[in-house]
């Protein structure tokens, strides 16, 4: 089980603190450091300083990580133009030596559209889709050649389709609960699919939707890495687990229902239960960015247990 640390800076944290992050993620020999795209926080956090833009914030961590990999769950499809953010991903994934990864998602945050200026249509899952196809065309089409897409909502025509990435092909994360067009596209699209926030059991029922619409393609199941988002509170012991509890705003009984919560070996024994679903990556939400100790500890009792 690969551990990956995801984080939502736009809850707070400036470019310094996500970097501090990343850091340590590196250095605790975690997979891969992740981050949301919103630019408006939800919630009772403050948000403050403000909200940091993710291909922004990643084009920085490119330059000063050198092992982990990098990431979105999930870019918003309404917030970039699908050649825009070809261009985009394609650049940070040079500036890392090629080592990111895109999650791509429709967009689901009104508000965050309202306060910033972004249409929110009301057709975002027909948007993705187009998005899906013009990225990833763009990346596959031969240098020297061009692309064209004519579709309902985007237009590309002889387009150079440059830059391209460092890697052969940039995995594309695709991830929701949606029962039908959810499966549908990550088995078109998906080197990853995603399940976020969600028990055992409705892991188990969503990989298998996305393994019947792969095989309904002809596509081989086991060929797409599934894998979990959950949010991650460990301690020693219970008073340090309710104290990391505390600061993050929940309650520790909700935690230990909805996420990764307890101590090491209780954290371990449900990480077991999420494996034999089939996921093989866990992406650790964690909500305070200040507490370095929780990674080391994550680290040193958790990740250490699963290798």
Not at 20 to 45: I, N, Q
Not at 245 to 268: Q, S
């Amino acid at each position: 089980m690969d551990l990956r640390i995801f984080t939502e800076p736009q809850q707070g944290a400036t470019y310094d603190t996500l970097l501090t992050v990343a850091k340590a993620t590196e250095d605790l020999g975690f997979d891969a450091f992740f981050r949301s795209d919103h630019y408006l926080k939800m919630g009772d956090a403050d948000g403050l300083p403000g909200p940091t833009d993710a291909w922004i914030t990643l084009a920085g961590l490119a330059r000063e990580t050198r092992r982990i990999r990098l990431g979105t769950l999930m870019t918003a499809a309404t917030f970039r133009l699908p050649g825009v953010l070809a261009i985009q991903v394609a650049q940070v994934d040079q500036m890392s030596g090629g080592r990111v990864e895109l999650g791509l998602g429709a967009g689901w945050f009104e508000e965050e559209h309202q306060a910033y200026g972004i249409p929110f249509p009301k057709a975002r899952f027909g948007r993705l889709e187009e998005q899906l196809e013009i990225v990833t065309g763009l990346w596959a089409t031969e240098p020297g050649n061009t692309f064209d897409f004519h579709g309902e909502h985007y237009d590309l025509t002889k387009s150079p389709a440059l830059p391209k990435p460092a890697q052969p092909r940039i995995p594309v994360v695709i991830g929701g609960h949606g029962a039908t067009r959810t499966p549908r596209l990550a088995a078109r699209f998906a080197d990853e699919f995603n399940m976020p926030f969600a028990s055992v059991e409705d892991s188990v029922r969503q990989f298998g939707r996305v393994r019947a619409a792969a095989e309904e393609l002809g596509r081989d199941a086991d060929g797409i890495t599934y894998s979990n988002a959950l949010v991650v509170c460990v301690g020693k012991d219970d008073q340090e687990v309710a104290r990391r509890a505390a600061a993050i705003g929940r309650e520790v009984d909700e935690l230990k229902t909805n996420g990764l919560a307890g101590t090491p070996a209780e954290v371990v024994e449900k990480i077991g239960r999420y494996t034999e679903t089939g996921s093989r990556r866990l992406y650790l939400q964690m909500l305070d960015l200040h507490d370095l100790d929780h990674l080391e500890l994550i680290s040193a009792e958790v990740q250490s247990q699963l290798s």
